[in-house]
């Protein structure tokens, strides 16, 4: 092999070698930049119940079990409370209420903090029965009848029991809580209705 061949060869064997290193850089500094990613991405899981109900909006009307399912939800939520939940609370009920009532509410919310933090104790809700009463006026309307038991110092104070009605407005493809009351016991129809929790 003559002089010539063999530097042209070398020159080969060096272009080869520094695209070869080029190449092994380019793959080191992709895989610490995918690391670095996956390293600093926050990763959230949304947890689904097993008892969850399959339901659809047909013709824009809400299926019973649904109704029952999210007053089930709304009257823990209203009821279940402590002294020291009020931030969670407030999250919470701001995402049942329609956008455009949010500042009123929470208004109110916080004055009713303010007046009640350490008034009220601890009050724990023990529900009996929801039911989906129908309404011949068009609103959509669910009924909880249950026991709000209210804690003192780990001492059961007060036992009263509720019936509590909500009325939902739906907007799109999601109902909203649209107000809520409290019902005399005698007038509610949850006492007498078939196919209620």
Not at 46 to 51: A, E, G, K, Q
Not at 173 to 187: H, K, M
Request: with cysteine; hydrophobic share 35%.
């Amino acid at each position: 092999m003559n002089p010539h061949q063999l530097q042209e060869r070398n020159k080969s064997l060096l272009k080869q070698r520094n695209v070869l290193g080029a190449a092994a850089m380019m793959g080191l500094a992709a895989t610490c930049l995918v690391s670095l990613v996956a390293v600093s991405r926050q990763t959230s899981v949304v947890i689904v119940p097993s008892t969850i109900n399959e339901t659809t909006i047909v013709r824009g009307r809400i299926p019973e079990q649904y109704l029952m399912d999210v007053t089930r939800d709304v009257s823990n939520l209203l009821f279940n409370r402590h002294p020291n939940d009020g931030e969670y609370f407030r999250t919470n009920i701001l995402r049942l209420v329609e956008p455009r009532y949010h500042d009123v509410l929470s208004a109110k919310m916080a004055q009713d903090e303010i007046e009640n933090r350490y008034k009220a104790g601890e009050r724990v809700w023990r529900g009996e029965r929801i039911c989906v009463p129908h309404r011949t006026d068009g609103l959509i309307v669910s009924e909880v009848l249950g026991i709000l038991d209210t804690y003192v110092n780990d001492r059961k104070v007060e036992s009263v029991p509720i019936a509590q009605q909500f009325i939902w407005s739906l907007s799109g493809t999601r109902i909203f809580l649209q107000d809520s009351n409290r019902v005399e016991r005698e007038e509610t129809d949850c006492l007498t209705m078939n196919g209620s929790y």
